[in-house]
Nanobody, 119 residues
Framework: QVQVEESGGGLVQPGGSLRLSCLAS??????????WAWYRQAPGKEREKVASINYHDSTNYSESVKGRFTISRDEFKKVLYLQMDNLTPEDTAVYYC???????????WGPGTHVTVSS
């Protein structure tokens, strides 16, 4: 069973930056053999996927974060990153990482990390 733990969130002013990290662990985890994604859930809204990275390190982003967020990973450390630049209040949410797949099938959500963008 894969476990994930997110970190790096906090309070930042509009226009600021944060880098989120996600440590993945599991006895038989082949980190680079899985596509990964970052998701977020804003207050009162459904969870959504914002960025993903696949087997060949190609990436995809939601329209709301494209050009501002960058997803990457370190296969040796088994860490997934999300560099977030030019943050806006609309980016305020709890951010989660997990495999890039149908969210309805994900059972092993981590605790998430809170990001608050406010002046």
């Amino acid at each position: 069973q894969v476990q994930v733990e997110e970190s790096g969130g906090g309070l930042v002013q509009p226009g600021g930056s944060l880098r989120l990290s996600c440590l993945a662990s599991g006895r038989f985890l082949k980190f680079n053999a899985k596509p990964w994604a970052w998701y977020r859930q804003a207050p009162g809204k459904e969870r959504e996927k914002v960025a993903s990275i696949n087997y060949h390190d190609s990436t995809n982003y939601s329209e709301s974060v494209k050009g501002r967020f960058t997803i990457s990973r370190d296969e040796f450390k088994k860490v997934l990153y999300l560099q977030m630049d030019n943050l806006t209040p609309e980016d305020t949410a709890v951010y989660y990482c997990n495999e890039n797949k149908d969210m309805r099938t994900i059972r092993n959500w981590g605790p998430g990390t809170h990001v608050t963008v406010s002046s």
